[in-house]
């Protein structure tokens, strides 16, 4: 049971890291940055949107999927660490730094996600809670 | 936030807070509703409400608002900045739906506050 789970997070993780490596290349691709028609037309005219599409589809399904068997504390915390694989691509795919700020505020945020996902595991059995925000 | 941060990149970053967490609350509203019965019934008492066409609303403008928001800045950045819609969530959670702020929840909020500010004020 614990290699599916762990299989479950790390396919959360791809998912959502597809989607946001999915959503800067189809941003990047459709600048400027415009309220318009133009704009929309540039941001569906090229394939990577339907990637993001994909990586959200895809994460929302092994996210309930999870949430059926995973204990929820763990599973709010594995949703949100893609964080750590997003940066790290970004620094490979798109030639991005690691500055100290995002370091810290990384080691930070992380910490801090830890904590709420401690949180969720004590307050009480997964049974009674709904799931949790996913954002 | 500093001048490494455009107008827009903050006003967008903004806007994502807003729609994420009023999308989050309407589909809590949508789901939590006491008198929706089962199944398909369930569906339908939703369907028939706004509580879940708000939340799909937000949600799609919200898509929007994010790809927007990327492309202005190294992902990197983005996906850290992103990460106070958690707070914000539990926050609103806390307050329209009295949901219990433990010493352990205000630590994890308040760590992920700060990793957001230093991300947000150093770049």
């Given at each position: 049971?614990r290699?599916?789970?762990?299989?479950?997070?790390?396919?959360l993780?791809?998912?959502?890291?597809?989607?946001?490596i999915?959503?800067?290349?189809?941003?990047?691709?459709?600048?400027?940055?415009?309220?318009?028609?133009?704009w929309?037309?540039?941001?569906?005219?090229?394939?990577?949107?339907y990637?993001?599409?994909?990586?959200?589809?895809?994460?929302f399904?092994?996210?309930?999927?999870?949430?059926?068997?995973?204990?929820?504390?763990?599973?709010?915390?594995?949703?949100?660490?893609?964080?750590v694989?997003?940066?790290?691509?970004?620094?490979?795919?798109?030639?991005?730094?690691?500055?100290?700020?995002?370091?810290?505020?990384?080691?930070?945020?992380?910490?801090?996600?830890?904590?709420?996902?401690l949180?969720?595991?004590?307050?009480?059995?997964?049974?009674?809670e709904p799931?949790?925000?996913?954002? | 936030?500093?001048?490494?941060?455009?107008?827009?990149?903050?006003?967008?970053?903004?806007?994502?807070?807003?729609?994420?967490t009023?999308?989050?609350?309407?589909?809590?509203?949508?789901?939590?509703?006491?008198?929706?019965?089962?199944g398909?019934?369930?569906?339908?008492?939703?369907?028939a409400?706004?509580w879940?066409?708000?939340?799909?609303?937000?949600?799609?403008?919200?898509?929007?608002?994010?790809?927007?928001?990327?492309?202005?800045?190294?992902?990197?950045?983005?996906?850290?900045?992103?990460?106070?819609?958690?707070?914000?969530?539990?926050?609103a959670?806390?307050?329209?739906?009295g949901?219990?702020?433990?010493?352990?929840?205000?630590?994890?909020?308040?760590?992920?506050?700060l990793?957001v500010?230093?991300?947000g004020?150093?770049?």
């Open positions: 049971m290699r599916f789970y762990l299989f479950g997070f790390l396919l993780m791809a998912f959502d890291t597809l989607a946001q999915s959503f800067k290349v189809a941003g990047s691709q459709a600048l400027p940055v415009q309220a318009s028609v133009a929309l037309l540039r941001v569906f005219g090229q394939p990577w949107i990637g993001a599409v994909v990586g959200y589809v895809g994460a399904f092994t996210w309930m999927a999870l949430l059926k068997h995973a204990p929820i504390g763990p599973a709010f915390a594995a949703s949100h660490l893609e964080v694989s997003v940066m790290l691509l970004s620094i490979w795919l798109f030639d991005e730094h690691l500055t100290v700020a995002r370091v810290l505020g990384a080691i930070a945020i992380i910490a801090g996600i830890v904590c709420l996902g949180a969720e595991s004590r307050e009480q059995p997964p049974d009674d799931a949790p925000a996913r954002v | 936030m500093t001048g490494s941060l455009s107008t827009l990149v903050v006003g967008l970053w903004l806007l994502n807070i807003v729609l994420d009023t999308g989050q609350l309407a589909f809590k509203a949508a789901a939590g509703d006491s008198d929706a019965g089962d398909l019934a369930r569906w339908k008492h939703m369907a409400r706004p879940l066409w708000l939340g799909i609303g937000c949600y799609a403008v919200e898509f929007l608002v994010w790809i927007a928001f990327l492309s202005l800045i190294p992902l990197s950045e983005g996906v850290l900045l992103g990460s106070i819609n958690i707070v914000a969530i539990m926050l959670g806390r307050l329209l739906f949901e219990k702020l433990t010493r352990l929840r205000v630590i994890g909020i308040a760590l992920v506050t990793g500010a230093i991300v004020l150093g770049g």
